[in-house]
């Protein structure tokens, strides 16, 4: 199957600091990838949805400023947590859907960040 | 109103029974998709089976198998010859409509957690 990326799989920062977390499609184009944000124990909570080249459609109740979403190439997306507070510590997981294979969400492996 | 309801907080099973995880879905849609998937302790989200509402016959992968009652909007997952490796929380999931653009919005059930006993 499709192998979807995501670096770093762990990171700790300090309170007001921005983190960036990237997503890679390694082995097909992206034509959507889909940012989602868990919390223990409950289910993926979908944030944004992008489209290659065009700006990303937020869910309601997330914040634009908050969550930077780009979406440069067909290969990668980034997710920027910007002015990152203790609330905002969660596992991000993106998935990527390509044109020909839009039955099916390839996921990446997650990202846990840890905000002190 | 929830459009995935997955009312099994938590299963368990013995090491090589089947099991049977529940599913149920609503949408106005003529033409929509369900998944299941697995989440590990890991966290990786891993693909299990997909079917389609226009499939007519029941979609299966290995020892997966989907249990499609389309006038009952119900797709639970079937597990058989349960093993250890299995445990994990699965995640019943469902696209509405045909992608625009090469989208779609996906909706997740809450999860249903699954032990496997030796």
């Known amino acids: 199957g499709a192998v979807v990326s995501q670096h770093p799989s762990r990171v700790i920062c300090k309170s007001g600091t921005s983190v960036k977390i990237e997503c890679r499609s390694l082995d097909f184009q992206a034509t959507t990838m889909f940012w989602y944000r868990q919390f223990p124990k409950q289910s993926l909570m979908l944030m944004a949805t992008?489209?290659?080249?065009?700006?990303?459609?937020?869910e309601q109740g997330v914040e634009k400023d908050k969550f930077l979403i780009n979406h440069a190439s067909l290969t990668l997306s980034t997710l920027t947590v910007t002015s990152a507070h203790p609330e905002d510590s969660s596992f991000y997981i993106c998935?990527?859907?390509?044109?020909?294979?839009?039955?099916?969400?390839?996921f990446g492996p997650g990202t846990r960040l840890t905000v002190l | 109103a929830q459009k995935i309801t997955q009312t099994q907080p938590g299963m368990f099973v013995q090491e090589k029974e089947a099991v049977t995880l529940d599913c149920t879905y609503d949408t106005s849609d003529q033409s929509y998709g369900l998944f299941w998937y697995k989440q590990p302790s890991s966290g990786e989200m891993i693909f299990l089976i997909y079917q389609g509402s226009y499939d007519e016959q029941n979609a299966t992968e290995g020892r997966y198998s989907l249990n499609f009652q389309k006038a009952r909007k119900s797709a639970n997952l079937v597990i058989s010859a349960s093993q250890l490796g299995d445990s994990a929380m699965y995640f019943c999931a469902m696209r509405e409509g045909l992608p625009s653009g090469g989208s779609y919005i996906p909706t997740f059930g809450r999860g249903t957690s699954l032990i496997v006993h030796p």
């Open positions: 998935s990527a859907t390509s044109r020909t294979a839009y039955n099916e969400q390839f």
């Open positions: 992008s489209n290659e080249g065009s700006k990303a459609t937020y």
